[in-house]
Each structure stands twice: as structure tokens, then as C-alpha cells.
């Protein structure tokens, strides 16, 4: 019960047909269509900048592990799915604030996964979206905070959901094994001080990513990346940015950070996974880069 992910279910039917190396095949296969048209959709609407720091966000986050795991594989490709659906109806019918979408991809999330990389299927499409709205509807950043919200609603009553149909299907009170792992997964006991857990888990983390996770070379080549970030942001910065938009930005950004420190013993014990949730951070990251470097008039 303390595992349950509605993608058992998915996994169980297929194997019925296949063997686990085939479902790896699979898995690696959609997600690899759901990238090609998600970055399909953006080049033809000419949004370059997003499907630009889709790929280097994917790529931090050594994307080709990903479907070898028949845990965190399912927040991936919902991410991307949602990515998709959200940008194509934003195309279609650029007047719908999309709140039916991500309410039920926050649920559809807490169904099929917790507590890997599950604010990845909010932070991609609503970083996508940002970008495509920004400076055309005047109520964009209510929008935003709006589909943040409507998104946590939806996870978080489809988690409280489980646990009351879990106790009335057993016929036994489930409130005092939900709060112990609650209590656990926010606090825990590993021998550390809370300031070196915090910071522990934020730091393991963002270790992670590639290519700083690959031994001294990597460090190397990743602190090269920074270096190289930085020089772009001083030297070829331009005047007449979004500010609006620059702070949105940085509040998607933020949104893995917030959830590594609330749950910190989870994120510091598991941060060998989780650290695929900053796919959203460094998506963000990118379009800042791009929006205090852009060429006026692009």
C-alpha cells in the first residue's frame, strides 16, 4: 500500500504480451515521439527558445535513463503529453485558460506516480505555455498562478482520495499509518542537523545533472556551462525586458527547490531520482537566458 502507483496496472496488462526488456523498448519509443512532436509543434510555431531549453533541460536530466525505470518513466511522458496537449489546444483556442487540463493532470499524476518527479507535469507545460502567452493576454501571470494551483488541487485530492478509499476498503483507519510516513518523508532522522538536511538535499540534487554527475570531467564541463551562462547574461544583455514574465519564470524555477526542501528526508534519500524533477529548472533557466539576451523586435 505505501507503493501503490496506478501504473502497476499498465504494467501488469503488458506483461502479459511482452517480457520487461520489451517494455524498456516501449517506453524509450514514446517518449522519444512524444519529444520529437512536442519540439515539432514548437519549431512550427516558431517557438525556438522553449523547444531550445526543452532539449538541453532534457539532456541535463540524462534523458536516456529514463525509460529503463517503470517508476519515474510515467511523470516523463505525462510531462510531455501534457506539454503537447497543452500547447496545441493553446493553438487552436488561444482563449482557454486550461484549468480543466491541469487539474486533471495533477490527478492523473498522483494516480500514476508519487514522489519522484511529480511537479515536472506542471512546471513543463506551464514554462511552455508562459513563453507562447507572454505579452499577448493582458491576465497571462493570473493564468499561470491560477494553473499552479488548480494543479495542486488535483494532486492533492486525488491523494487523499487513495487513503479514504484505502480505509474503506481494509475497514481499518489508515490516518495513523499515512501520518507516520508523512511525518517521515518531511522530517525523517538520518543523524543530521535540519540545516545540513536542507542543504543536503537541494545540493545531492542538483549534483545530479548532468554532466556535473559524471566524475571530476563533468564538473569541469558543467562549471564550463556556468561560466559560459554567465558570460552570455552580463555580456549580451539587452534592455527592455519582461520583468513580469523574468519573475514567473523564476517562481516555475523554484518549484522543485520548494518541494526538495519540504521533503527534504525524501529528496536527500532519493535524490538519485528525484534531481529529474529540475528538467523544469533548467528549462526555465534557459528561457531567462533568452529573454535578458533576445534582440529587441524578436
Known sequence: MRYWHGSAGLVRIFSIFGNIRALYILNGFIILLLIILLLFLMIRHKMAAPAAAVCIGAVMISIWFVPFSLEYTWTVMLALIFSVAALQISIKK?????????????????????????????????????????????????????????????????????????????????????????????????????????????????????????????????????????????VYKVSGWDRKYLTALAAIAVIPFIRFLVLHNHSYLHYFFTYRALMGTVTAAVLVIWEINRPSGV
Open 94 to 234: 488561444p482563449d482557454r485558460p486550461l484549468y480543466g487540463l491541469f487539474l486533471f493532470s495533477g490527478m492523473l499524476t498522483c494516480y500514476m506516480d508519487f514522489l519522484t518527479t511529480e511537479t515536472l507535469t506542471l512546471t513543463l507545460p506551464l514554462l511552455i505555455l508562459l513563453y507562447r502567452e507572454h505579452g499577448e493576454q493582458k491576465e497571462n501571470y493570473k493564468r499561470t498562478a491560477g494553473r499552479s494551483v488548480i494543479w495542486a488541487v488535483g494532486f492533492i485530492m486525488t491523494w487523499i482520495s487513495k487513503w479514504v478509499m484505502a480505509s474503506v476498503v481494509l475497514k481499518e483507519n489508515a490516518m495513523p499509518y499515512v501520518t507516520e510516513h508523512v511525518e517521515e518523508r518531511l522530517g525523517g532522522n538520518i543523524g543530521i542537523s535540519l540545516p545540513g538536511y536542507l542543504l543536503g538535499a537541494v545540493w545531492r540534487n542538483l549534483s545530479c545533472l548532468f554532466p556535473f554527475g559524471y566524475g571530476p570531467a563533468g564538473l569541469m564541463a558543467g562549471l564550463a556551462l556556468l561560466i559560459f551562462a554567465a558570460y552570455r547574461l552580463y
